[in-house]
C-alpha cells in the first residue's frame, strides 16, 4: 500500500535551502538532529513509533547537498517512501554500538576536520540519545566541535509554510466538530473521565489520527487547574467544565480549548467567560506583523488582571504546529518578532478567587494584514449543558 506525501519534493527543498543559507552565515557546516519534529520537518519520516524509547535516530543535514538518515534498520522501508535517498541503517538496538559509529562516520564524510556540527540546544530542545552515546560520539570526533545551532531550527519552524498551515487549520477543524458534539456525551451526572474517554471517540470519527493531549476540568464555579487528568466526579449542576484538547492530524496540532456550564451560569461564571473572550480578542488584534510577543501578553493581560503580569500558568499562550507547544511563548520576557506565517494559541485566564480559575484558548495564524482564525472563535457567551 503507498501514502501520498504530506508534502511535495520542492517543500522540503526549500526548507533545506532555508537551513543551509542560515548555516552559512552562522558558520556551521552540518546540523545533528535526533527528534520526531526536527526529522519531520525535513524529510516527512511520521510515525508512531517515536513513542518507543529504545531506539536512537538521527539526521544530518550538511551545509551542501540532502540531508542523510541515519537512522535503524525497521525504519528504512518508511524513510524510503519519501524524498530522503541516502539512508544508512544498523541493526538496532545493538548494545555494544547503536549507531554510533555509523553516525560519526557520515560526519567524518561530510564535516571537515575542524569543522563545526550544530545541535538545538535552547530552550524546548533536547538530545534524544544516550547521554553515554553522546560521549562517545564526541570522542570518535575528537577534531569536530559540536555546539548550538544558533538558533536555527527554532526561526525556521516557527515561521510555516501555506501547506503547514492548511494542515494545523485542518486540525482545528475536527476539533471544533467534537466540541460541537459535546452534548451527545456529557450530561448532569455524567462522570468527567467518561466524558473525557467520549470526547477522544468523538475527535477520532471527526477525523483525528490520535488524540495525545486532553486536559480539563468540572468543579462548581470553576475548576483548579488545566492540566489534571480527569475523575471519576459526576457533572453536577453550577459546575464549569472545560476541555482542552491537542489532537494530532497528518502530523499536526490543534490546541484550543472550550467551556460549558453545566445547567445556566451563575453571573460570575457569565461575565468571566466574557471577559476571556475579550482578551482573546486583544490578543488578537495586538498579533500583527512587527509587533512582539510580549506585546500579546501584555494586550490580554491588562483585560484578565488588570496588568499585574499574569498569572501561575505563566504564559498566556504559545507557538503551535508539529507540536502541541511550540516559540514563541507569551509571556513578559519574550521579545520574538512577529511575522507572517507564525501560528499561535491565545490562552488568556483568569482568577476567580478560592482556588478556581477559567481559561479559554484559540489558535490563530499571523498574515500581512493581521491576524486570522484557525480555530472558529467562541462568542461570549459560555456553551451551557441542560
Request: glycine content about 12%.
Amino acid at each position: 500500500m503507498t501514502h501520498a506525501p504530506l508534502f511535495p519534493t520542492d517543500e522540503f527543498r526549500a526548507r533545506v535551502a532555508r537551513a543551509q543559507s542560515a548555516m552559512h552565515t552562522a558558520g556551521l557546516d552540518a546540523l545533528l538532529l535526533t527528534t520526531a519534529p526536527e526529522i519531520f520537518y525535513f524529510t516527512g519520516f511520521l510515525t508512531r513509533f517515536w513513542e518507543s524509547p529504545t531506539r536512537p535516530w538521527f539526521l544530518v543535514l550538511p551545509a551542501h547537498g540532502d540531508p542523510v538518515a541515519v537512522i535503524p534498520s525497521i525504519g528504512a522501508h518508511l524513510m524510503a517512501r519519501g524524498w530522503i535517498t541516502d539512508i544508512r541503517t544498523w541493526r538496532s538496538p545493538d548494545y555494544a554500538d547503536d549507531g554510533v559509529s555509523l553516525l560519526a562516520g557520515v560526519l567524518r564524510d561530510l564535516v571537515p576536520s575542524g569543522g563545526r556540527i550544530g545541535l538545538p540546544s535552547g530552550g524546548e530542545t533536547h538530545l534524544r540519545m544516550p547521554l553515554s552515546d553522546w560521549q562517545t560520539l564526541q570522542d570518535q570526533l575528537p577534531d569536530r566541535v559540536f555546539g548550538p545551532d544558533a538558533g536555527i531550527m527554532r526561526r525556521l519552524r516557527m515561521v510555516k509554510s501555506e501547506a503547514e498551515i492548511a494542515l494545523i487549520r485542518r486540525a482545528c477543524e475536527i476539533a471544533y466538530r467534537a466540541f460541537d458534539r459535546v452534548p451527545e456525551i456529557a450530561a448532569e451526572g455524567t462522570p468527567l473521565s467518561t466524558v473525557f474517554r467520549r470526547f477522544q471517540i468523538l475527535c477520532l470519527e471527526e477525523g483525528a489520527d490520535w488524540v495525545p493531549y486532553l486536559a480539563g476540568g468540572a468543579a462548581p464555579g470553576g475548576y483548579g487547574d488545566v492540566i489534571s487528568p480527569a475523575d471519576d466526579r459526576p457533572l453536577a449542576a453550577g459546575d464549569v467544565m472545560m476541555l482542552d484538547t491537542g489532537l494530532v492530524r497528518d502530523g499536526y496540532f490543534c490546541d484550543f480549548d472550550r467551556n460549558w456550564s453545566i445547567g445556566p451560569p451563575s453571573p460570575e461564571v457569565a461575565e468571566a467567560h466574557a471577559r476571556l473572550i475579550e482578551a482573546t480578542w486583544a490578543g488578537f488584534n495586538c498579533a500583527r506583523v512587527g509587533a512582539t510577543a510580549a506585546e500579546v501578553f501584555h494586550a490580554m493581560d491588562r483585560i484578565v488582571s488588570g496588568g499585574t503580569g499574569g498569572g501561575d500558568a505563566g504564559r498566556l499562550g504559545h507557538g503551535l504546529g508539529m507540536q502541541l507547544t511550540e516559540p514563541p511563548s507569551l509571556i513578559p520576557a519574550d521579545d520574538t518578532v512577529l511575522e507572517p506565517g507564525m501560528v499561535l494559541t491565545l490562552e488568556p485566564g483568569i482568577d476567580l478567587g478560592d482556588g478556581r480559575i477559567m481559561v479559554h484558548e484559540e489558535n490563530i495564524v499571523l498574515r500581512e494584514g493581521g491576524a486570522e482564525w484557525l480555530s472558529a472563535p467562541q462568542g461570549p457567551e459560555i456553551r451551557v449543558i441542560g
